[in-house]
């Protein structure tokens, strides 16, 4: 199960989407049960309910497709899956089964909004409009452009969301229609040429997670380095506090606060400081999936016998959209950063162990359940290993959201009267 996320014209994130696969590779049914009784088992709505929407998309909606079988027997009210935050997803045939259509009105009665893949042929434009919220189109549909016209005359009755964009291009062509919501990979292209000019704090930054990803790191040079930019000297000091809350030792400089952490600490917590700093400017969800990407790599190493490269594997995962946060080819960002080879063998070159995890990683972000069993299968990886250990990135996330919330809820001149 992965969340693809919808975007506004302005690149901000409104909602998700649930992507699911009833197969036996990652949902444990057989073929021939899954064509009919995996869709009424639903071991994804299953497993939504026992977790909730709130690690997938967080106060955002989330769009959860709806079978028509499922439909039939009462879900998602048959087993409770509570209407906030959740928008039903019905296949536009489904609306052929008049019993289908029927339950439709009872989610609506119920609080549960819809939304409807593809423009409806079996009601009119004006019955859909009063049935759903949304109308998704696909952009690679041979239909597209027919059915963009078609429902271009109801946009302030209902919402557009426009599925599969491919680039940015796409993205500006379409992104000022009004509401619509775009999904698809615009988003987290590779960036293949330019170079943006860096801002003196991004500068100091990377320069200071080249000095911690070196292997003869120096905590003196780092310190130097973190007192240079103070947002980022008033976060270390933060993350000390936070790891002695009884104030039981006097700070009285940042050289003496790194000497404090050392050199596991002062990794840990730059790594993702500056990851959050360097990706201000870009889309939030760029700074998202890059630190998901970094923990759920991390949460794989067990699973890839790979635990001696645990701290690896997370630097890749967050230095995987370098280039998109920098906007700058990948190469040029590494150097930069001066970053371990092996990494940038597996992003780069595509090559090693740390590569096969984060195709795993690419495979299941995109829904490419076929590419994902491969990989599963070639390193027997269970997929409730897989499973717990993109919850256990999002449950992270998460609270690494809360933590931040917190910091912006404190004043800077509250947490400098301990420093002292």
């Not at 693809?4 to 409104?14: G, K, L, N, Q, R």
């Not at 049960?33 to 989330?62: K, Q």
């Not at 893949?117 to 549909?141: C, H, N, Q, W």
């Amino acid at each position: 199960m992965s969340a693809i996320p919808f975007f506004d014209s302005h690149m901000a994130v409104h909602a998700y989407r649930m992507m699911t696969h009833d197969g036996d590779k990652l949902m444990g049914a057989a073929e021939d049960f899954r064509m009919l009784g995996g869709e009424l088992l639903a071991p994804a709505l299953e497993f939504l309910r026992s977790v909730g929407t709130e690690p997938f998309a967080g106060s955002n909606d989330f769009f959860v497709p709806i079978s028509k079988y499922q439909l039939l027997i009462g879900m998602p009210i048959s087993i409770q899956i509570p209407p906030t935050n959740l928008v039903c997803i019905i296949e536009r045939d489904t609306l052929t089964d008049n019993a289908a259509y029927a339950k439709l009105g009872i989610l609506k009665r119920r609080g549960y909004r819809l939304a409807v893949e593809g423009i409806p042929r079996a009601i009119s434009m004006d019955t859909a409009i009063k049935v759903f919220d949304y109308v998704l189109l696909s952009y690679t549909s041979e239909e597209f452009n027919e059915d963009f016209k078609e429902i271009r005359q109801y946009i302030f009755k209902t919402k557009l969301v426009i599925t599969d964009v491919p680039d940015v291009e796409s993205f500006n062509k379409y992104s000022g229609a009004r509401g619509v919501l775009l999904s698809g990979d615009f988003y987290s292209q590779p960036i293949t040429k330019g170079a943006a000019e860096i801002s003196p704090i991004k500068m100091n930054a990377l320069q200071l997670l080249g000095q911690i990803n070196n292997a003869d790191m120096d905590l003196g040079e780092t310190a130097d380095t973190i007192e240079r930019d103070p947002a980022l000297s008033v976060s270390l000091l933060r993350f000390l506090n936070s790891m002695n809350p009884d104030r039981s030792r006097n700070i009285d400089s940042i050289r003496n606060a790194v000497a404090i952490l050392g050199q596991n600490e002062v990794k840990r917590w730059s790594t993702v400081a500056i990851s959050v700093g360097i990706g201000e400017d870009r889309p939030s969800e760029i700074t998202r999936l890059s630190l998901l990407r970094a923990k759920f790599a991390e949460n794989l190493a067990p699973a890839f016998d790979m635990m001696l490269k645990s701290g690896s594997l997370f630097i890749a995962g967050l230095f995987s959209l370098l280039d998109v946060i920098l906007q700058m080819p990948l190469q040029d960002a590494f150097d930069e950063v001066a970053v371990d080879t092996e990494i940038s063998d597996a992003l780069l070159n595509r090559m090693g162990r740390i590569y096969e995890v984060m195709s795993l990683i690419f495979a299941y972000e995109r829904a490419d359940w076929h590419n994902a069993s491969i990989i599963m299968v070639r390193n027997g990886i269970d997929v409730t290993e897989l499973t717990q250990a993109f919850l256990d990135s999002l449950n992270w996330y998460r609270n690494l959201l809360d933590a931040i919330d917190d910091d912006k809820e404190n004043p800077i001149e509250a947490d400098l009267q301990h420093v002292e």
